[in-house]
């Protein structure tokens, strides 16, 4: 192939860009519902929709031929990331904030070492259905 690597660099840089992109958008999106659960005192942590949006990334993840376990990380990041971001706008007290609940995971799939890698961070937060960072559990 002529222009040996370059071509191959252009195009991830494009996608590079569009993800960056679409990630920064998601994240304006969940600003928005951190603004909307205020208002509405509506508890930043839904389980039920987390569970939800686990399931479909991974499904998605398969379509796309993706590793399972390279999926599952991504997705503990991207939630974990946006439910700090959440409980920060919600003005959550740290002490209050609980790491988000690992889901059981599909066959092949990695996310409780992802989880493990996630929750030293501090990118584990939630108000409910979890354990405080001192290992007390809210419900």
Known sequence: MSGGLEPFRRRLDVLDEQIAGLLGERFEVCREVARYKSEHEIPMMQ??????????????????????????????????????????LMGTPE??????????????????????????????????GGARRDGTRVS
């Open 47 to 88: 389980p039920e929709r987390v569970a939800q949006v686990r399931a479909r990334y991974l499904e998605r993840g398969v379509q796309a031929a993706l590793p399972p376990d390279f999926t599952a990380d991504l997705f503990e990041l991207l939630i974990n990331a946006t439910c700090r971001m959440e409980d920060e």
């Open 95 to 128: 002490e209050e904030r609980v790491e988000v609940p690992a889901a059981t995971s599909a066959p092949g799939s990695a996310p409780a070492s992802a989880h493990a890698r996630l929750s030293g961070s501090r990118l584990a937060t939630s108000r409910i």
